[in-house]
């Protein structure tokens, strides 16, 4: 059970970094890399098209970088590579885009983002 009064803080603490290397696709403003940053990994990049999002993601220094590419196109893997070394990856994290899926929105299941 659950003590009464504590701090956030007090509950989701940071872990000590463990030299995993993320990078985060569908980021969008950074909840899955805020998690994993909390949990001791090294957010390598993050990947949206969504270029507000990355600049909220930048403000609060999630990851070393802020990669604003389309994940739809085929080549955006070179966009990637240009400044990540593959092979220092160790996970991938991905947040997909739901807005043809999800109940809060228009819930379009012809949405291409569904594939």
């Known amino acids: 059970m659950m003590q009464k009064n504590l701090k956030l803080k007090e509950i989701f603490s940071y872990k000590d970094r463990n030299n995993l290397n ?19 990994y090294n957010i390598k990049a993050m990947i949206d098209f969504d270029k507000d999002s990355l600049l909220t993601a930048a403000k609060n220094d999630l990851a070393e970088h802020y990669l604003n590419l389309n994940l739809f196109e085929e080549d955006w893997i070179k966009g990637l590579t240009n400044k990540v070394k593959l092979n220092e ?3 991938i994290v991905a947040g997909p885009p739901c807005q043809g899926f999800s109940l809060t929105g228009p819930r379009n299941l012809d949405d291409k983002r569904n594939n």
């Open 89 to 91: 990856v160790d996970i």
């Open 22 to 40: 993320v990078i985060d696709l569908f980021s969008g403003c950074g909840g899955l890399s805020l998690g994993f940053d909390m949990a001791g």
